[in-house]
């Protein structure tokens, strides 16, 4: 079956506009993840869906960043107002539940370039 | 403080050769230990995954280790080959944490194997 997508591939944007990325999970697969990638640096998370829950938001790093999942499908993850430190891959990744106990699928990633 | 560290930061070998990486953890409590292996790229892909009560797993010529007692993981590749060309990323998964921040990323180690 198909794993994780995600759109676009690379962004590039001018400082201070919007962005919008976009993760598909596997079907079927319940638990949403978006992480941040800075170069040289570990995963950091940013937000956590499960299911109808209310979402796990501890992650995101100020009210610029927000993102949306319906039901159990596709995520989006907005920033607003871009800036040059939100250069970083974007990655999404799904699980049968919570990944402390289900293995996760990650996407390829969104790389985003803020000029 | 939860932490894991990766070590070498990056390392060199010629096709063929076998090498070692490191990872030590100071996350508390513990519930698993990952191995992922991240292409350029791409997304990070699960290589192993280790509970408390396991001491070594296989996948193919990926050997990893725990030695929960001193909070210590390896993760062993044999006969190297170019495709294992990427970066290497332990996971620690903890207990009792929301499930966003549930798992704690390493840098990871970045390795080439040069023909």
């Known amino acids: 079956g198909a794993g994780v997508s995600q759109s676009p591939s690379n962004k590039v944007t001018e400082k201070g506009k919007d962005v919008e990325l976009r993760c598909d999970p596997i079907?079927?697969?319940?638990?949403l993840y978006w992480y941040r990638q800075r170069l040289g640096q570990g995963l950091e998370f940013l937000i956590y869906?499960?299911?109808?829950?209310?979402?796990?938001k501890s992650g995101l790093p100020s009210d610029r960043f927000s993102a949306e999942r319906t039901g159990e499908s596709v995520s989006t993850l907005t920033i607003q107002r871009t800036q040059q430190e939100d250069s970083a891959v974007y990655l999404c990744?799904?699980?049968?539940?919570?990944?402390?106990?289900?293995?996760?699928?990650f996407g390829p990633g969104t790389r985003l370039t803020v000029t | 403080k939860n932490q894991v560290e990766q070590s070498p930061q990056s390392l060199i070998i010629l096709e063929g050769k076998n090498c070692t990486l490191q990872?030590?953890?100071?996350?508390?409590?513990?519930?698993?230990l990952r191995w992922y292996k991240q292409d350029t790229g791409r997304g990070p892909v699960s290589l192993t995954i280790m509970t408390f009560s396991e001491n070594t797993k296989s996948n193919g010529r990926y050997t990893a280790t725990l030695d929960a007692d001193t909070k210590q993981s390896s993760l062993h590749i044999t006969a190297s080959q170019l495709s294992d060309s990427a970066s290497y990323i332990c996971v620690v998964s903890a207990l009792g944490f929301q499930a966003g921040t549930a798992l704690i990323f390493g840098k990871g180690t970045t390795l080439s194997v040069s023909s």
């Open positions: 869906f499960q299911g109808n829950s209310a979402p796990d």
């Open positions: 079907s079927g697969h319940t638990a």
């Open positions: 990872c030590n953890y100071t996350v508390s409590p513990f519930s698993n």
């Open positions: 990744a799904s699980s049968l539940g919570t990944a402390a106990a289900y293995e996760q699928y």
